[in-house]
């Protein structure tokens, strides 16, 4: 089978390698659309703190089963059935895997990002992984369930309820599906970036309160909106600046959520955090029920997939699919590869 290595930054192969031999508890799945996102794109800079070279990247994907292992519940699972994967892979044992938060496990391993992923044709994964999809789903849509079901772990873990104000910074795809999820929530959306495109991409999906920061003060730009300010604050940027700006905007008595990854160290205005007793959040990724919500979301025509899809490249082109990225990264959202 054929496979696409990051052997260094910025730099794909392409390999001929076996196709995997199925363990006992894994199923084989047969890759259909793998997508690219900014953890790819962080790891092809050499920018990721916890990506290494070499690596197969992908974590989001879609396929169909096309071997069973001995020791996989039959009724679960049968040949050709249409699946997409929650790619953490835990030990079941550590503190956070026993109270249900494996998302956060002690020895947390996610495929493309500290094991070999999805950028290949076949790939074995353990059966505990694999989540069976209806027929009408598509392979696309399929394989943009696990950033929609980051968007929905960050609303959980921001405690969004209905009527409540938030306020996204950074419209890029995360930052968009992280919006979707909250305004089915019941809550009033704003979105804020510095580019007009990306902006406009929000506008098309049906947001009508934008900001950009880089020509319109935020503050008097939110209190514009909402008088009592925003009850929660995503940071999907992962910009040092971006989340300073989060906490020196944030009302007393809000919460800040940090869904952006960041490879530096930023300095806090700490003093603004105890003063005005904000609440502080880490979101890393998911569990079962986020992907199940997303599920749910997509066949109920929730939320917008395909408005954020832009291109769609061939594995073999993968280069110029990162290429491309990189070249347009105002006007690209979603870039999926076909397997």
């Known amino acids: 089978m054929i496979q696409a290595k990051l052997v260094q930054s910025g730099r794909f192969e392409l390999e001929e390698v076996a196709k995997p031999q199925v363990r006992a508890n894994e199923v084989l799945i047969r890759v259909k659309n793998a997508g690219i996102c ?9 920018k990721h703190p916890f990506i290494s070279t070499p690596i197969v990247p992908g974590h989001e994907f879609s396929g169909v089963i096309v071997e069973i292992g001995q020791e996989v519940p039959q009724e679960m699972f049968s040949i050709d059935q249409k699946v997409t994967v929650e790619p953490s892979l835990v030990c079941g044992k550590c503190y956070n895997c026993q109270i249900g938060r494996y998302n956060i496990c002690d020895h947390l391993i996610v495929l493309g990002c500290q094991t070999d992923g999805a950028f290949k044709e076949f790939i074995s994964v353990p059966w505990q992984k694999v989540v069976p999809l209806d027929d009408f789903m598509s392979f696309e849509d399929a394989a943009m369930l696990e950033p929609l079901a980051v968007g929905i772990h960050a609303v959980e873990i921001g405690k969004v309820n209905r009527g409540d104000h938030v306020l996204v910074i950074g419209s890029g795809v995360i930052g968009l599906l992280l919006a979707q999820a909250a305004e089915v929530r019941g809550a009033i959306v704003t979105i804020v970036d510095i580019s007009e495109e990306r902006l406009s991409k929000a506008i098309d999906l049906g947001f009508k309160n934008v900001i950009n920061s880089s020509k319109e003060d935020i503050l008097t730009s939110i209190n514009r909106i909402s008088k009592n300010g925003m009850n929660t604050i995503f940071e999907c940027v992962g910009h040092p600046s971006t989340i300073i700006q989060s906490i020196e905007i944030a009302r007393k008595g809000s919460r800040v959520v940090i869904v952006g990854v960041v490879n530096e160290d ?14 502080l959040l880490g979101d890393l990724m998911y569990t079962k029920k986020d992907f199940d919500k997303a599920k749910n979301l997509v066949a109920e025509g929730k939320v917008k997939l395909k408005d954020l899809r832009t291109k769609t490249f061939d594995l073999k082109d ?19 590869l076909r397997v």
């Open 38 to 46: 900014g953890t790819d794109t962080h790891s092809f800079h050499g």
């Open 266 to 279: 930023v300095m806090l205005p700490v003093n603004l955090i105890q003063d005005r007793e904000l609440e």
């Open 318 to 336: 993968v280069q110029s699919a990162f290429e491309f990225i990189e070249q347009y990264k105002d006007t690209t959202f979603k870039v999926l």
